[in-house]
């Protein structure tokens, strides 16, 4: 297996567990510091997120004639959902921008979801290498066991439009005495609820409490609207917990998590939580498995 290095372009919280493990299942080395570029012996760049400094890696690591991988976590937006990124539209056509011209200049792609692969095919050369790769996280398996009759949803992560979990509570809140729901909201975000049956965490989770929050939940809210792929989504079932995720077309080009390891939020989502109440030990393994066959990685993935 050639040396690689794996570069995380900007020091983030969120990424820094995933791209260090990362480097663990490749055999390489980890960094967050942009003068390893230089100094560091590697034969192959992996690029573990997006920023300026992105472009002059891959030039940089070229020029000592390095082969490049780079990980795309959100491709490519269209036109019409930069519109709706409103007062950070500049920020997201500056990532297209990098996305378009480092699709150019690199080795192979990697991307974390059939939709990803979709939309980075709309602006990457047609020669060039992808490789659809589960996340980089470690297989967190807990066994599920049945505590009470209540159903602990939670919802971890930012508020934002498009990652919102009021659209849910406001549309299912009044039922959730009547199905013994208790729902949990872990974020750092401004948060205004009414209901007993609601209970809000507002801190930073490390990532161990990341973790320990869904073990110690019975399904993992994620209302993403169009990204490419989620880290909670891709934890809770490595831990074996299935999801409520939204009908929207991120989630069509994937195997089918609706009914099998997880909900989809639509016209028919009580009979279907009803039916997942009676199934709940199933739903739990069938999460996990979904996670062995859909997100498991490979260092196979990050090869030249």
């Known amino acids: 297996m050639k040396k690689s290095l794996v570069f995380l372009t900007k020091k983030n919280f969120n990424l820094y567990a995933d791209s260090k493990y990362l480097s663990q299942i490749v055999g390489g080395v980890f960094s967050d510091n ?5 100094t560091k012996q590697y034969e192959i ?5 997006t920023s300026l400094k992105s472009l002059l890696a891959i030039l940089f690591s070229k020029l000592r004639e390095k082969k490049v991988i780079y990980c795309f976590h959100e491709p490519f937006y269209s036109f019409e959902e930069l519109v709706q990124w409103k007062l950070k539209f ?26 990803g692969y979709k939309k980075l095919k709309k602006i990457a050369p047609k020669n060039l290498n992808i490789s659809i790769s589960g996340l980089p996280y470690e297989n967190n398996f807990s066994e ?21 979990p009021y659209i849910f509570i406001n549309k299912y809140s009044k039922y959730f005495e009547k199905y013994n729901i208790e729902y949990h909201i872990y974020s750092e975000s401004k948060i205004i609820v009414n209901n007993k ?15 320990d929050a869904i073990k110690s939940s ?10 490419t792929q989620s880290g909670v989504l891709v934890r809770s079932f490595s831990v074996g917990r299935p999801v409520i995720i939204n009908n ?15 909900i989809i939020d639509d016209e028919y989502f009580l009979e279907k939580f009803i039916n997942y109440t009676k199934k709940r030990k199933i739903f739990s393994l069938m999460a996990h498995r979904y996670y062995k066959d859909n997100f498991k990685l490979k260092h196979e993935y990050y090869e030249i």
């Open 34 to 38: 942009f003068n390893d570029i230089f």
């Open 248 to 262: 929207t077309e991120n989630y069509n080009h994937e195997n089918k998590i609706d009914g099998v390891c997880g």
């Open 218 to 227: 019975d399904l993992i809210h994620v209302p993403h609207i169009f990204c």
């Open 144 to 164: 599920y066991k049945i505590k009470s009759k209540k159903i602990k949803i939670s919802y971890l992560g930012s508020i934002t439009q498009f990652k919102n």
């Open 197 to 211: 049956n609601i209970y809000v965490h507002k801190k930073r989770l490390s990532d161990q409490e990341f973790i």
């Open 45 to 49: 760049l992996i690029i573990y997120n």
């Open 90 to 115: 500049f920020k997201y056509l500056v990532v297209n921008s990098i996305h378009f011209f480092s699709c150019r200049l690199i080795n192979k792609a990697v991307v974390f979801s059939n939709y």
